[in-house]
């Protein structure tokens, strides 16, 4: 599957943003989505993921009760609501599709997005 993501701009802190993932394929509804971010220096980091079966999510202890996953599998598309952003969001956030359990980390993805960059300002 091949995936596309969109929505990241310059804010300020308090603000919100909707980020989208679009994939390719027919299999889409049958795929574990995630997203992840990496900001400056840092390794790339665990964000959140919403399963193909009963759409259960799971999210990062940082982005808990501020970030929504959510995936809308007839427009083949998985979202990321992110509201009350802070300074510490600022990375350039990824979408992923894994085909395997559900997932915390990159090596369960076997599918990634080209990256789009979130700059959240003080």
């Known amino acids: 599957v091949q995936l596309q993501a969109s929505g990241g701009g310059l804010l300020q802190a308090g603000g919100s943003l909707r980020l989208s993932c679009e994939a390719s394929?027919?299999?889409?509804?049958?795929?574990?989505m995630g997203w992840f971010r990496q900001a400056p220096g840092k390794e790339r980091e665990f964000v959140a993921v919403?399963?193909?079966?009963?759409?259960?999510?799971y999210y990062a202890d940082s982005v808990k009760g501020r970030f929504t996953i959510s995936r809308d599998n007839a427009k083949n598309t998985v979202y990321l609501q992110m509201n009350n952003l802070k300074p510490e969001d600022t990375a350039v956030y990824y979408c992923?599709?894994?085909?395997?359990?559900?997932?915390?980390?990159?090596?369960?993805?076997?599918?990634w997005g080209q990256g789009t960059l979130v700059t959240v300002s003080s």
């Open positions: 992923a599709a894994g085909g395997r359990g559900i997932s915390w980390t990159s090596e369960g993805y076997d599918s």
């Open positions: 919403i399963s193909w079966g009963n759409g259960a999510t």
């Open positions: 394929g027919r299999t889409f509804s049958r795929y574990n």
